[in-house]
């Protein structure tokens, strides 16, 4: 599992196989078709492009280590010990996509469980 890290630079989940998104206590909160980005009851959240979780608006909400593009990041804290992986549920249908914005060169005002559930 790979860390997920907030504007702040701390940890804000984990992506699993590069598919899988899970919260710090390992539960699913998120899944990855392609680029896009769905939360766990299948509305679409955002785009995953080059390391980086976009909102619709193209500003960017969370990063993995080796992101490229966006706005600066900062410096990475420690990452806490890996949780034990939930049980991953069905994935649900998945609603339409938004239209992709343009990718900003700025931090979203979403937190990273905010971005998954809208």
């Known amino acids: ?4 890290y907030g504007s702040q630079g701390d940890v804000v989940g984990w ?3 590069e598919e899988i998104v899970r919260d710090l206590s390992g539960q699913v909160v998120g899944w990855l078709y392609g680029d896009a980005v ?3 009851s299948g509305q679409h959240a955002g785009y995953f492009n080059n390391g980086n979780f976009r ?3 193209g500003t960017v ?7 490229q593009g966006g706005p ?3 410096a990475r804290h420690a990452r806490p010990a890996r ?3 939930a049980a991953r549920p069905a994935r649900p249908a998945r609603a339409a ?16 469980s905010q971005y998954l559930r809208r």
């Open 61 to 67: 909400v969370a990063f993995v280590a080796g992101a």
């Open 1 to 4: 599992m790979d860390a997920i």
């Open 38 to 40: 769905y939360g766990l």
């Open 83 to 85: 949780p034990a992986r």
């Open 72 to 74: 600066a990041k900062p």
């Open 15 to 17: 992506l699993e196989d």
């Open 97 to 112: 996509r938004r239209t992709r914005a343009a990718r900003a060169f700025a931090w979203s005002d979403l937190s990273f």
């Open 55 to 57: 909102d619709d608006r």
